[in-house]
């Protein structure tokens, strides 16, 4: 085949202009039923429903060369955004369930909508530092509808959100000491824009770009 007598990284090339980078959406379903309520993961298995901006992969279908050496260049140019529901939600014990492609991600952004959020135990997070040394930007997002209009409801909403939202923050934390390295230390910073609404973001990255990130100066605040 003429295009395998190409240079590999004139092919590399090629495949990072034909795939470019893209979101595609995760559809992890509910979080309180199935194996996820047992030991939910950021990523879930490949058997969850996946959505994802019209693009050709067909060059994957070529051949098992071609297979094999643009699979990773697909995706390390795809944003992964996972979205999960429960009643009680749970901050996730694990990056995947045993998804056969996971080493090859590079950018994962996990969120939850739910009515209240259990307490968070870091005994019970089996995530290693191998896990996360080939992540470049991971996003944590947590949506719980109790704490929507905390600010101006009662007492003891207000409270929730504080406590829930430092729960958030001490799990990134935990994830960011395992991203963490000396080469590439890892940052870990705070959209407070969505405080307001009842929505904790926070984003972990390495380096200073911040991939598929919309995040102000004004509006941002770095976790020491």
């Known amino acids: 085949m003429a295009f395998l007598n190409l240079p590999l990284e004139i092919r590399l090339e090629i495949y990072s202009h034909l795939f470019g980078d893209v979101v595609a959406q995760v559809d992890g379903g509910r979080q309180d039923t199935g194996k996820e309520s047992r030991a939910p993961s950021i990523l879930p298995l490949p058997e969850k429903q996946l959505h994802q901006r019209q693009r ?49 991600i590079r950018h994962l952004e996990w969120s939850i909508s739910c009515d209240l959020l259990k307490k968070y135990e870091p005994m019970d997070v089996m995530i290693s530092e191998s896990d996360m040394h080939h992540l470049q930007s991971l996003q944590l997002t947590c949506q719980v509808e109790n704490w929507r209009g905390s600010f101006c409801g009662e007492w003891c909403d207000r409270e929730k959100f504080v406590r829930g939202r430092q729960q958030v923050i ?55």
């Open 56 to 104: 050709s992969a067909q060059l994957l279908r070529t051949c098992k060369a071609i297979l094999a050496e643009a699979r990773p260049t697909l995706y390390q140019h795809t944003i992964f955004r996972i979205n999960f529901q429960a009643f009680a939600g749970r901050l996730p014990v694990q990056m995947t369930g045993g998804h056969p492609s996971y080493a090859l």
């Open 170 to 224: 001490d799990f990134a934390k935990l994830l960011r000491s395992k991203m963490d390295s000396l080469a590439k230390p890892a940052t870990l910073v705070e959209d407070v824009k969505y405080l307001s609404r009842g929505r904790v973001v926070l984003r972990l990255f390495r380096g200073k770009r911040i991939v598929k990130c919309d995040v102000s100066e004004q509006l941002s605040e770095t976790i020491v």
